[in-house]
């Protein structure tokens, strides 16, 4: 849906098997998340985003099985038996042809991330990674450790050029962040291993001079609540005033205090080039994203409210900021990751860094994962 569609959730009906499988990634039946329940092997899946209503539709079964023979009926009857069961079965296909139809024609349809866009990934106790290849619910399409789980930071770059991005964590080594970067999706030796930054230094990667590779960055907050970029263009140490940039960009408004501030990386005008950007919170509980086209100081080129709903401080409830290309146009756009102890963390992800509705909503993970994008 785009921003301007009416907002409310992708309820989607899928086709199920009758065993229900008890790997779960919140609720997994045959391969998709839902929030329904499971109805003569049809799956009934509704949900309410931002105000809007639900969608709950159910598929009757059409699987290639005759229904169960009524009572009274003998085996000399057997032509009209089968006669009976056929007709059964038509109706049952019209029905569910019926169905799919106005799913479509509602717009539930579940959607997947276009050809070279972003999609969902976490991270378990630090070191479980878990990454699909759809916008949507469902079990991981790969998954491997990488990593030990006090690690201190996670994420996903492509640190080789070669269209991938693969995992990197920060470990802190005799008081110095240590980045550990790995060149696939799989367990194994870090390919890239050195110290850069501080202690309490936020890292960050992309790719600053759009030569293709990611490289890393790191994010300081001054004792005004300014944030200071040092952005390396190599995947080494050193100091990024004489490898890459420094500069500042953005405040946290309530330095010290609630509500937070996320410094967030992105290509926000789909040039090649990531630059940097700020989420801000606020007491009323709206997101606002300040995000600049270039990596040298200045006023944010993007000024908007994405999302108003956050509370701050509960560890019950959780609202995180996340960044991707959704749809595969060269763009990143803005998401929210809204968590709740008792449910799968909702997905809430847009195309453009603008204000407006989600365009692709779905649940992924659990309460507490860490949320990342990756493609």
């Known amino acids: 849906m785009r921003g301007d569609s009416p907002r409310y959730a992708l309820g989607t009906a899928l086709l199920a098997k009758r065993t229900v499988p008890t790997e779960h990634c919140g609720a997994v039946v045959d391969g998709a998340v839902v929030d329904g329940a499971v109805v003569d092997g049809a799956v009934v899946d509704g949900a309410v985003v931002d105000g809007g209503y639900s969608a709950a ?45 106005a799913v479509s024609m509602l717009g539930v349809a579940p959607a997947a991330a276009a050809e070279d866009g972003s999609n969902p990934a976490i991270v378990r106790e630090g070191n479980q990674w878990h990454l699909r290849d759809s916008l949507s619910g469902g079990p991981a399409t790969t998954s491997f450790f990488y990593g030990r789980s006090g690690d201190t930071q996670q994420m996903l770059c492509d640190w080789n050029g070669d269209g991938t991005q693969t995992p990197g964590v920060v470990r802190m080594t005799n008081d110095r962040p240590q980045w550990l970067l790995r060149n696939s999706n799989s367990g194994g030796p870090a390919d890239y291993s050195f110290i850069y930054g501080r202690s309490g230094d936020r890292a960050v990667c992309g790719d600053w001079n759009g030569d293709g590779q990611q490289t890393p960055g790191i994010v300081r907050e001054l ?126 992800l847009r195309d453009e860094p603008s204000a407006g509705s989600a365009d692709h909503v779905f649940r992924y993970g659990r309460h507490l994962d860490i949320t990342l994008s990756w493609r």
Not at 62 to 76: C, D, E, I, L, Q
């Open 57 to 101: 539709i159910a598929l009757v079964n059409v699987r290639n099985k005759r229904p169960a023979s009524p009572t009274g009926w003998t085996a000399g009857s057997s032509r009209r038996r089968f006669a009976v069961e056929e007709e059964t079965m038509r109706r049952r296909r019209v029905l569910a042809i019926a169905t799919i139809m």
């Open 223 to 348: 004792d005004d609540g300014t944030y200071e970029w040092h952005l390396s263009y190599r995947l080494s140490g050193g100091s990024a005033g004489e490898i890459g940039v420094v500069f500042e960009f953005g405040q946290d408004q309530y330095p010290g205090d609630l509500p937070p501030a996320w410094p967030v990386v992105g290509d926000w005008n789909g040039n090649g080039y990531d630059s940097v950007g700020i989420v801000q919170g606020h007491p009323d509980g709206e997101m606002q994203w300040q995000l600049r086209d270039a990596t040298v100081a200045g006023e944010p080129d993007f000024d908007f409210v994405y999302y108003d709903r956050g509370v701050w401080g509960d560890h019950l409830e959780t609202h995180i900021p996340i960044v991707g290309d959704w749809n595969g146009d060269g763009q990143d756009g803005p998401g929210v990751i809204r968590g709740s102890g008792a449910v799968s963390p909702q997905w809430l």
